[in-house]
Structure formats: C-alpha cells, structure tokens
C-alpha cells in the first residue's frame, strides 16, 4: 500500500435544514485536516457559501465540475446542482430531502466509479426522502442495494462496537425475524469486518438475549432456548468465538462489553440505546459488509440547534477518521491474503 496516496474521501451533504452543513464545515475549518485527507464535498458552491456566511464559519473551498478533478490540500466542492435551494434551519421539508438525495446520490455514484475512496456521510431525515425512485428507509439500505456485499449496521468505537440482528423493524415482528439463518449470517459479517477492517485476529462476539434476562430459561419467552443457543452452540463447535446469549440489562452496566470485540444485539433500541449513552459525540455508524467504506455520525439532523451556530463536530471528525482508518486496514488486509508469504507470516 502505498502511504503517500492521499485518501479521496466524498461527503454527501445530508439534509441542508440540519446540522449536516455545519459540522461538515466546522470539521475543515481546522486546514490541518487536509493533511489527513483530500475532501470532497457533494452539493454546490453557492449551497456551502450560504452555509458557511450564515453560520460564521471561515472556511475555504475549491469548486470543481467531477469528484475527479478534486485537489489535494484543499475543500472540494462538487456541484451537483446550479440553482439555489431554499433553506429553512429547523424544518424537514421537501426540497431539503430531494438535495439530500441528489448530493447522495452524487456521492454513491462517484464511488462506485473510483473517482472517491470512501464515504461519510451527513445527516438526513428519512422522512422527507422520499421520492418516486427513492423508497429507502435510510442510508443503509440505498448503499446495500447500489454497492456489492450485504450490508450490516455497525455502531463503532475504538472500544465499542455493536451491530444488530434486527435493525429498523418493528418491535412486535423482531423475535420472528431472528432465526438460525439470520445469526450465522450476522456473525459472519461481523466476524469478516473485525478481521479485515479493525484487524483483529481472532474476533470475540457476544450475542444479547432476545427476551428479558435471556428468557429466564423460557419462563420469559422460548426464543433465547430454542433459537439463540442452540445456534450461538452450532457456532462455537465450528470454532467461532461467539458467546451468549447475555442479558442485556446488566451487560453493559457491569463492564461486560469490554471483555469482547464486538457485540450482536437482537433489535434496534436495545443495541443503539447503551451504544449512544456510552459513546454520545464519539461514536460513528459504519456499514460494514459492502465493498466500499461509509461512515457517518451517531446523530441526526438535530433540527432544534440547526442554524445555531453551535452544533458539535466530534462525531463526523470521528466518522472522517474511521473512514480512514478502515479504508487503510482494507488495503492492508488485501495485501496480507493476497500475498502467500505475508499471509504465512499472519497466521503464526
């Protein structure tokens, strides 16, 4: 690999009512980012100039015409569109989301060309998205579609990483969701992105109970005893580091966490809730499984500070070099297997 490349990385704009512009913005402010990077943002110049004089944000950038044409050390600015959406702080409105999807779109495309190396992407409202051809329930689900591989929600820290067996469905049809089939599969994608995009040799993975206190041997419901067990013991018999099912109340209130790589919760809330609480403002969604690298912050649009001038960063710089990180340890890890001696030299 070689490490003077410097990494192309694109930025769909989000929701332009959001924060999405302004932590994009705040986040380049700081030019030492571009020693990191060559970024290259996905909306229009007249859009970030709006954004960054009503915000009060200095900050340089470069238009240019394709994602190809970006220049290293500088903020690139693809327009995607000439005209001058209206924008309205606060309000989740129609025209915001059709741009959302335009500068997504935008941004996909360029990546499946080659033209960017990664994606990170701001924040959107998955209500106003959607349109005629654009029927997703959010991000996840366009890149699985559009990028190769099967995507896998990841919620990562550089200690923390969860991902889930259900992600957006309802409640009442989660236990029917989980079957045997459903667990390998998400255990193999998790197991795949460990290895492959946080190096990790030999993944450890646990696997949070379906019901509260894993069913207390089926007093609270038979779905831990007659599908997570004997699945998670089908794993680790074919020599997988896969443990549970764990109760998920006390899992991470007792530190549980921190003896695993990553962890599988069984539904949304009882994954994402302990994940925000522990890593608010650090953490960073990634999709794991699709054979490019996106991230994006663990907020949303945040509509209520939106036009403030005062939204927080932190987690789309974490996003950025998550990205990076990931994308540099893909490259490694396809010299390593793609290389008998270096893959020798990995197995001892």
Known sequence: MQESKKIKVGIS??????????????????????????????????TISFQ????????????????????????????VWKEVPEIAFGQATAEAGKYAVRSLKAAVEALKKGEIDALVTAPINKNNIQEAD??????????????EGDSLMFMVTDTLKVGLLTDHVAVKEVSDAITPELI?????????????????????????GINPHSGDNGVIGKEDDEV?????????????????????????????????DAILAAYHDQGLIPFKTLSFGKGVNFTAGLSRVRTSPDHGTAYEI??????????????????LRIYRNRMEYRELTENPLQKQKMKR
């Open 184 to 208: 390998k599969r998400k255990v193999a994608l998790v197991e795949k992105s460990l290895k492959m995009d946080f190096a990790q040799r030999k993944p450890k993975i646990a696997i949070l």
């Open 134 to 147: 654009f029927k997703f329930p959010g991000h996840t689900d366009y890149l699985a579609q559009e990028l």
């Open 13 to 46: 704009i989000g929701d332009l009512n959001g924060i999405g512009c302004e932590v994009v913005l705040k986040t380049f402010e700081d030019t030492r980012m571009l020693d990191f990077c060559t970024p290259v943002i996905f909306a229009s110049n007249k």
């Open 228 to 260: 997570l067990k004997p699945t998670i013991k089908e794993l680790t018999d074919l020599g997988h580091l896969v443990y549970g099912p764990y109760s998920a109340d006390s899992f991470f209130g007792s530190d549980g966490y921190k003896n695993f």
């Open 306 to 323: 939106a036009g403030k001038g005062n939204a927080d960063a932190s987690s789309f710089k974490e996003a950025l070099f998550t990205a």
């Open 52 to 79: 960054k004089n009503e915000l009060g944000i200095a900050v340089n950038y470069h238009g240019i015409a394709h994602a190809s044409k970006a220049i290293d050390g500088k903020l690139n600015v693809v327009n």
